[in-house]
């Protein structure tokens, strides 16, 4: 419930960001700060 709560919070939708992690999963576990819900749209358009 946090994490839902801090997505909405910073703006993210919460099905989305979960979705995106989840794509993401080896990126996310090489950097996690990247994929933070204020700051995970910047690590998409990254690549």
Known sequence: M???HTCELNG???FEYLT???QHADQ???A???WLPWNYS???SAG
Request: proline share 11%.
């Open 2 to 4: 946090s994490l839902i």
């Open 28 to 30: 996310v576990a090489a």
């Open 32 to 34: 996690p700060d990247r």
């Open 12 to 14: 993210a939708n919460p």
């Open 20 to 22: 995106v992690l989840q």
């Open 42 to 44: 910047g690590a998409l």
